[in-house]
C-alpha cells in the first residue's frame, strides 16, 4: 500500500513534524521502500489470533488509593521554558486569538 | 575505603578524557566528578558500616536514555538538550544501593533508534576495536564504554537487539533479560513493549549480576513481572568451566542461512563444539516465523514511538523553538528542529501504521504475527529445549557511513528482534574475532530462566578463553 | 416563532463525563484534590517526565465498577487500556489513557423520570469506560498566551455514552438528572456541574417525524447546567429544523452553547480533522477483574433511588411528590429516614424535611450532613407536635431555637414556656376567666351565637400567652354554648 506525497504531508501533520517541500519526495520515496517490505505480512494467515492473549490472564496489578507523589529534586514547573505565577505558559491557538 | 575514590576518581577521569570526543571515539555525552566522587565516599561509608553491596565502588556507565539526578538525560537528542531528570530510574537507584557509581553518560542513537549510533545529535560513536567501524547500536556508546576500558559495566537498553548487536560489534557481553524482569521506570520509552534495560560488560559474570541488583518487582511499572530474583551465583572455585550436562541447545535454522558469512558461521560452529564438549545436547530446530519478525518489529516499535514521542512537545521541559506567533508554529518548528531525520522518519512510520484505515492492516496484523513469532519459541522450547543458539548479527562490525538505506540498517537486526518481540532474555558474548572484528554468539532462553542462560555463557566463555577474542 | 416539533423530532445522545471520588489520581499518587494553586499537584507522571510510567489506581477501578452496576451495566472482566493520540498543551502525554474497543462495561439502562409523569423513560446506555482527565487551559489570563494548569491532569473520569435514544429536551434533562441522582447514591463523584465533577456533550439531530433515518448531527459543547443543556439542545434543534426547511444540509460540527445570548454558535473550525490512532496502552496490561470482586461491589452497593422511593412508599405511605422530594438527593433521603423512623408519621416527617429543613439548609447554605439538628431531634420536635404539646407556631418557634443552640425540643420547650396546655381543668380555668372578663360577649356566646367562638378562643390564647391547645379550647367552649 504506497503512500502519496499528500498522504505523508498528512501524517506529518499528524505527528506534528513540519517537512520542507524539497524533502517531501525523498521522503516518501524512502517510506515506501520500508512499507513495501511490511506487505509480506498481509500474506500471513493468522486467524482470529490477536497478541498477548496469554500473557495478560493475570491482568495488571493495581496500586491503593494513598497520595504519595514521586519525589522531584526541582520544582516541576521551572522545567519548563516558560511560565508564571504557577502556570505553564505556551503560545495560543491561533483559533484562540482575538478573545 | 580510599580505595572505592581512586578507583572511581580514576574511572571519571578515564571518561572525562573521552568526553566530546576528545578521545576521538565519541563515547562519553557527560561526566559529573563532584556527583560521582560524593556517591563514591557515600559507598565507602556505607561499605564501612557493613552495608551488602556487591558491586561495592564499581564505576558504571549509563546510556543517555536513563534518568539519572545527576547528570542529563538527553536521548542523544537536541530536543531533550540540557534536560536534568529530577528523579531517578528504579534500576539506577537499585545498582546504587549495591553499591555501584555512576561515572558517565553513554551516547547512542537518538531516541535508541539505530544500529550504529550514527544517529546521535552528539556524533557517531567509533568503535574501540576499529575507529572506521560503527560499534554498533542503539547502545553503542556503552558497549564501546566496555570495550575501551572506561568501565567494566554500562547499562544500555533494547527495544530490538540494541545492546546484544553493538556488544557483539564491541566485542563484550550484551545481555537482554526477560521484558518484565527490569523496572523501565526512568527508562525514556521507545516502544513500550519492547523496551527493557540491559547490560554490556567485559564479563557475564558482571553482567549477571547487575542485571540481578536491578532485577524485581516495581510498583512504578506495572509491566515489572512479580517475579522473584534469582540468588546470585557464588564465584566460580575454580578456572573450569561449569559442565553443560543435561543442558539441551538448539540451532534454529533460520538463523544460520546460506547467505551467512562463512567466517562468522566457522566461529558459531567452534562456540557450538565448545557447548558439546560441555556436556550440551546439540539438536536442529526451526522458528518458522523468524523472516517476518522485522516487518512486524519495524511496525510495532516505530507505531509505540510515534506515540511515545508526542511528549516532546516544547511544552513542560527542554528547548522550545522561539518566536512562534502560535501554538501549531510551536509545536511543528519545536519537534521539526529537534528531532533528527531517523527519529522523525519512525514518528511518520508509526502515525501512518496507527492512522485511520490502515490500523488493521498493519498494527493489528503486526501484533497477530508477534504472536506467531513467540510461539515459535514456546513450541521449541515446550519440546524439551533449553538454550537456543544463534550468531547475534550476521555480519562483524560494518564501516561508519557503509550503510545509507534504512531498510538495510533495520535488516542488522535480523537475528536480535525476535527476542524482544517475545519477551524472552537473551545474552550475546564474544565469541572468536573475522578480519580482526569481533563476532557475538547469542543464547536465548525462555521466560525468566536467566539463571540456566548465564550459567550457560559463562561456561562458555570460559571454555573459549582468550579465543573469544582472537 | 414556530412550533417545529410538530414536524419534526429531535434525536438527542448524551456524553457525560463524571470524575471519581479519589483521593489521588488514577495514574499516579498525586492529590486529585480541586483548588490547590496552578501545577502544585504533579509529578514526574502526570507531567509526562520522559521515562515516567502509568500505574492504575484500584479506588478508581472500584467506582468505575460500583457505577457501571448502578447503571445496570454488564461489566466487562477483561477490559483494555488505549491511548487516544492528539495533541494540546493540556495534555501532557500527547495522548489521553482512555478505553476504546474493550471498555469496563456495555449495555446499560437507565430509567429516567421525567417530571410529572409517573412512568419512567428506559434509555439504553451503550458503554461507561474509565479515562483521565486533561489539564485546564486558561486562555484569557495573560495576552497571546495560554496558560496550563495541570492539576487536573490525570483524575479519574468514567465516561457514559447513551444511545440516542432521547427525543426531547425534556428527556435529556430528565436522563442527566436520574443519571446524577443514581451516581450521587451510588457515591462515586460529587457530580457537580458547577465544578465540573460533571460534564456534558449533548450530540443532537432533528429529522421528519416517521422517518428512521438519523439525521447529521452536531455536538452541542459548553453547557454547565442542566437547564443550560435542555436549552442549548432546544436552540439547536430550532436551528437545524429551520435549515431543513429551507432544504439546506447540516454540517457535522461542534456548537458552542453562549449562555449570555441563549443562542448556539460554530465552533471555530479545527485546524485539521482528527485522528486518534487508538492503539492498546502498552504500559498497562489489560485490566483483569475477578468475578467475585464484582459481586461483592454489587452487594456492597448503596440502596438505590428507585428502590428507596418503592420501600419509602410502602414503609411510610408517602405520595408521589413527596416521595420525589424526599428521595431527591441521598443524604437527604437518609435524613428523612431517621427521622420518619423515630418519629413514625412518614407524612408528617416528609412535609417538615421538605419544609422547614429544606428552608433553613437553603437559607444557612448549609448541607444536610452538616445541619445542626439530627434526625432524632426533629423527630422528638414532631412527637411534641403530634403529642398536641406544641402548637405549629411554637413548634416553628422551637425549631429556630434548635438550629441556633442545639438544644432538644423538650428543654426549649421549657424554656420559652411554650409547652401548649391541653390539661381540661387549666383549660377550663382560663375559659371561665375569660367568660367573667368579657361578660357581653359571654352573654351572646351563651346565647347560641356561635360565630364568637374565634373570639373568645383567641383570648384564652392571649390569657394562656399561646399555650392553651386551640382545638381543646373550641371542643371545651361547645360545653358553655346552648
Redesign the interface.
Known sequence: ?P?SET??R??????????ADTDLPA?TE??N???A??D???R?D?GS?????A????????????????????T??L????S??????????????G? | MRNIIDIINESVQRAADMQYGRDGLNIIVATNRGASIAAAEEVASGYGRGDTMPLAGVPIAVKDNIAT?DMPTTCASRILAG?IS??EATAITRLRKGGAVVVAKTNMDEFAMGSSTETSAYGPTRNPVDPERAPGGSSGGSAAAVAAGIVNIALGSETGGSVRQPAAFCGVVGVKPTYGRVSRFGLVAFGSSLDQIGVCAKSVREAELATYLMSGLD??D?TSA?VAVPPMRDAAQSDKPASLKGVTVGLPAEYFPDSLDPEVRARCDGAVEAMRALGATIVNVSLP?T??A???Y??IAPAEA?SNL?RF????????AAN??????????T??KG?GAEV??R???G??VL?HG?YD??Y?????????ISRDFTSVFGSGVDLLFTPTTPTPAFKLGAVT???EM?MSDIFTVTANLA?IPAISLPIGRVRGLPVGGQLLAKHFDEPRMFLAAEALESALGQGAHQ | MTDWSKKYEMVVGLEVHVQLK???KAF????ADFGA?????????C?A?PG?LP???????LLAVRAAIALGFSVNL?SVFARKNY?Y?DLPKGYQISQYDQPLAVQGTLHARIPGETATRAIAITRLHMEEDAGKS?????P???????NRAGVPLVEIVSEPDMRSAAEAGAYLRTLKQILEYADVSDVSMEEGSLRVDANVSARLHGESKLGTKTEVKNVNSFSAVERSLQSEFERQCEMLDRGENILQQTMIWDASSGTVRPA?????SQ?Y?YFPEPD??????KPAFVKKVESDLPELPQKMRERFRSEFGIADAELDAVTADPRIAAYFEGVARAHGDGGHAARWVMGEVAAALNESATRIQDFPIRAPQLAELLDMIRDGKLSHTAAKAVFANMRSTGKTAPVIAAELSVTQVGDDSQLEQWIDEVLAELPAEAARFRGGEKKLTGVLVGAVMKKSKGRADPKKVNALLGKYSS
Open positions: 500500500m503512500v498522504d505523508v498528512k501524517i506529518a501533520d499528524l505527528a506534528r513534524l513540519s517537512l521522503i524512502q517510506m521502500n520500508i512499507l517490505h511490511m509480506v505480512l498481509t500471513v493468522t489470533m490477536e497478541a498477548g492473549d500473557a495478560t490472564e493475570s491482568g495488571m496489578r493495581v496500586r491503593d488509593d494513598r497520595v504519595a507523589p514521586i519525589p522531584m529534586n526541582t516541576a514547573p522545567l519548563a521554558p516558560d508564571r505565577d504557577g502556570f505553564i505558559l505556551v503560545p495560543r491557538l491561533a483559533t484562540h486569538e478573545i | 539526578l534536560y529530577p528523579y510498583p512504578l506495572a512479580d516465523h523472516a517476518l522485522i516487518p512486524v519495524y511496525i510515534s508526542a512537545d516544547g511544552v513542560r521541559y527542554g528547548p522550545r512562534a506567533a502560535d501554538l501549531r508554529t510551536m509545536y511543528d518548528a519537534r521539526s528531532f522523525q522518519r514518528i511518520l512510520l502515525t501512518y492512522s490502515y492492516a498493519y493489528r496484523k503486526a501484533q497477530a504475527v508477534r504472536e506467531l538505506d534504512p531498510y533495520y519477551g | 479519589t483521593r489521588s499516579c499518587a498525586c492529590s494553586p496552578p501545577n502544585v499537584n504533579t509529578c514526574p507522571v507531567l517526565l515516567a500505574v492504575l489506581n484500584a479506588e478508581a477501578v477483561k495533541f498543551p486558561v486562555h484569557d489570563r495573560y497571546h498566551m495560554t496558560a496550563i494548569d495541570l471555530r473550525s479545527k485546524e485539521e485522528d490512532r498497562l496490561p489489560a485490566l483483569i477483574l
